[in-house]
């Protein structure tokens, strides 16, 4: 199950209470204070692991606790620290306060670490107490209670390319045909309904990953579709590939201008993310170059930019191609290979 949005409350664990206790042996007289520390509280710790991809281990969760450190024992023995709790999270995870919104750890790195919330200072034992007029003390501290905090997790999914699109227009096609992800296709709409990552092999030595989310619609900003919830899986993406569809009812243009409207009122940010176009089914379509040649000069694209002189406010090139016939495939991800390389998004 892929859950990318969990909350509930973590606490690190109670320190251990400092020991009241004196010697007692045989043939010794009078054996002073020997009560030992209580054992500090275990520590919160997230850490970044590659083989874990959603929240799911979270889901429905109330109190996450790590261990109280244990009392201290006579003789000046300490007790034991509490066991730290480790919270496992995939790249990407962010972690807020779920009571102020305040964005507390950004976890983007395979084998990242980070403390979260110490435990509580275990007690000290009477024996740190004794003094020249209290011979025998009998005080000893309680442990501090440890921290605690309510947080919202929220997966954020790291890759290289975006697709956008709307439902059926053969975004996971694309993604099953030049990646290792294998998504359900089928002709309906919002067969897809969560993100899914894939990684593109380019040649022997190059590769980038691409991300598929869920169709968007007109009227996702406000909350109709899928696809809005998701589009927060993009936002990491450096690049985006608009997907937009030659056999559909609606021009290329009225396509294109949905999408970019969507996508601005969600994310200004995520609009002006360098991106170029994919033009899909074109095995199945009628007047493909009519088609291609009004949508560009409407908006004065060109099939390709200079790699030298990139205007990021225009799509890096305009592509027709086919997922079923395979027509311009290993065109497009050279390109797009090309566009990471580049290093302006």
Do not use: W
């Not at 598929?212 to 899986?233: M, N, T, V, W, Y």
């Not at 495939?329 to 390109?335: A, Q």
């Amino acid at each position: 199950m892929f859950i990318d949005s969990v909350n509930f409350s973590v606490s690190s664990g109670k320190g251990g209470a400092g020991c009241a206790s004196f010697r007692r042996e045989k043939h010794v007289l009078l054996g002073g204070p020997d009560g030992g520390d209580g054992g500090n509280g275990g520590d919160v710790y997230f850490i970044v692991d590659n083989n874990t991809h959603t929240l799911a281990n979270y889901k429905g969760k109330r109190v996450l606790k790590a261990q109280n450190g244990q009392p201290g024992l006579p003789r000046n023995m300490s007790g034991k620290k509490g066991q730290s709790l480790e919270l496992i999270v995939p790249p990407g995870t962010i972690v807020y306060d779920n009571d102020s919104g305040e964005m507390l750890l950004d976890l983007t790195t395979q084998g990242q670490k980070e403390l979260f919330l110490v435990g509580g200072k275990g007690g000290l034992g009477n024996v740190h107490f004794k003094t020249s007029v209290n011979q025998a003390p009998t005080k000893a501290q309680p442990g501090l209670a440890g921290q605690m905090r309510n947080i919202r997790l929220e997966l954020k999914l790291i890759a290289d390319v975006g697709l956008v699109g709307f439902p059926n227009v053969g975004k996971s096609t694309l993604i099953s045909t030049i990646s290792n992800a294998k998504p359900q296709v089928a002709n309906y709409e919002f067969t897809t309904l969560t993100p899914k990552l894939g990684l593109v092999e380019v040649d022997e030595f190059n590769g980038f990953v691409m991300a598929d989310i869920p169709g968007i619609i007109e009227g996702a900003s406000d909350g109709r579709g899928l696809g809005i919830q998701f589009l927060k899986h993009i936002e990491r993406t450096k690049i985006l590939l608009y997907m937009i569809d030659l056999a559909n009812y609606r021009s290329l243009k009225e396509q294109f201008e949905t999408l970019r409207a969507e996508i601005e009122k969600f994310s200004p940010l995520l609009a002006k993310k360098s991106y170029a176009i994919a033009l899909s089914r074109a095995d199945v379509a009628y007047n493909i170059d009519e088609k291609i040649q009004d949508f560009m000069s409407e908006f004065g694209f060109m099939a390709k930019q200079d790699g030298y002189k990139i205007d990021i406010s225009l799509p890096y090139f305009v592509m027709p191609i086919s997922s079923v016939s395979n027509e311009n495939i290993k065109e497009l991800k050279f390109r797009l290979l090309e566009m990471l390389d580049l290093k302006f998004s």
